[in-house]
C-alpha cells in the first residue's frame, strides 16, 4: 500500500481536496491536531498548544490513525499531515523535538511508511480562522516555508499543489501517485 502525505499552511485547502478524493473513492486518514484542539477545547483548555504535551499528543493520533490505515482494502491512503508535519508544528513553535517525535521520524525513514512523493498543497493568499485555526495569513506563510523545509530535511519530495479550484487540485494530486 502507498500512503500519500498532503501537506501545507493551515488554510491552503487541504481538507477540502481530501474530501473529494474520498468522494472519489480514495481511503483517507483525517488530521490530528485538528482533533487534539478540539478535545482539549472541549475539556476547557483554551490553549493546548502551550500544553507541555501538545505535540506528543497529535503524533500519538497520527500513530493510531496510520496503524489503522494499515487495513484500508486500496492501493492507496491519503493522509491529512503526518508526523513529518508535526516536527514542522514543533519547530514552529519553537519547541525541541521529542524523543517520540524523533523515533517516530527515524522509523518513517527507515520503513518507508509514507510515498518520498509529498502533495504540497500551496496557501490560496489568504487564511479563513476556525476555532482551531487561529494563525494569520501572514504566520502560515512562514509555516509553509517550515514545512517545505522540514520534508526537504527529512528526503521527501514535493510535488506543488498550486491554488486553484478544488476538483482541479484533486485531479494534480490523482495524476501525481505512483502506485
Request: glycine share 6%; aromatic share 10%.
Given at each position: 500500500m502507498r500512503r500519500y502525505i498532503l501537506t501545507g499552511a493551515p488554510g491552503a485547502g487541504k481538507t477540502a481536496i481530501l474530501r473529494l478524493l474520498e468522494r472519489?473513492?480514495?481511503?483517507?486518514?483525517?488530521?490530528a491536531a485538528t482533533d487534539v484542539i478540539a478535545l482539549a477545547s472541549a475539556q476547557g483548555r483554551s490553549e493546548p498548544h502551550r500544553s507541555p504535551g501538545f505535540i506528543d499528543d497529535i503524533l500519538a493520533l497520527q500513530q493510531l490513525r496510520q496503524a489503522r490505515a494499515d487495513f484500508a482494502p486500496a492501493p492507496a491512503v491519503f493522509f491529512d499531515r503526518s508526523p513529518v508535519c508535526t516536527w514542522a508544528l514543533a519547530a514552529f513553535l519553537n519547541y525541541p523535538a521529542s524523543p517520540a517525535l524523533r523515533d517516530e521520524i527515524d522509523r518513517i525513514g527507515r520503513e518507508g511508511v509514507y510515498a518520498r512523493r509529498v502533495f504540497f498543497i500551496r496557501?490560496?493568499?489568504?487564511?479563513?480562522?476556525?476555532?482551531?485555526?487561529?494563525?494569520?495569513?501572514?504566520?502560515?506563510?512562514?509555516?509553509?516555508?517550515?514545512?517545505?523545509?522540514?520534508?526537504?530535511?527529512?528526503?521527501?519530495?514535493?510535488?506543488?499543489?498550486?491554488?486553484?479550484?478544488?476538483?482541479?487540485?484533486?485531479?494534480?494530486?490523482e495524476a501525481g501517485m505512483t502506485v
Open positions: 472519489r473513492g480514495h481511503p483517507v486518514v483525517e488530521e496557501n490560496q493568499g489568504f487564511v479563513t480562522p476556525t476555532d482551531a485555526r487561529r494563525i494569520s495569513f501572514e504566520e502560515s506563510v512562514r509555516f509553509e516555508a517550515v514545512h517545505a523545509e522540514v520534508y526537504a530535511r527529512f528526503g521527501f519530495s514535493c510535488l506543488m499543489v498550486e491554488p486553484g479550484p478544488v476538483e482541479a487540485r484533486a485531479a494534480a494530486v
